[in-house]
């Protein structure tokens, strides 16, 4: 018997995604601007951390969450009318919670994070 093809095993993040009962959309693929986008923060991601210094694992993860947060909460994008991430995502709850599972509020960092 040949070796199930890929349409039969499910994937880990679909597997998440059902158990949580969410729902992704994917981008069309072979789209310039897209994958540009995605690239080029990598890219940014990349240049600020591992290009930058030389890290153990504990120090690296703990300098990648800290520039991810930075990103999220601070870096304000064309994309999102020179909004920050959190104030789009934000934006997006107070116009229709049903899709969120929690309140983006709970997102925001704090002294106990």
């Not at 153990?56 to 009318?81: G, M, P, Q, R």
Request: charge should be positive; glycine fraction near 2%; hydrophobic fraction near 35%.
């Amino acid at each position: 018997m040949p070796w199930p093809t890929a349409q039969y095993r499910l994937h880990t993040f679909d597997r998440i995604c059902r158990e949580h009962s969410l729902t992704y959309k994917l981008t069309k693929l072979y789209h310039p601007w897209t994958n540009g986008q995605a690239e080029r923060m990598n890219r940014t991601v990349r240049d600020a951390t591992v290009r930058a210094f030389h890290y153990e694992i504990d120090s690296l993860k703990a300098h990648l969450d800290a520039f991810i947060t930075a990103c999220n909460f601070a870096k304000h994008l064309k994309s999102h009318h020179w909004r920050t991430p959190f104030q789009a995502i934000y934006d997006a709850w107070t116009k229709d919670p049903k899709p969120f599972i929690i309140n983006p509020h709970h997102l925001i960092p704090g002294p106990h994070t």
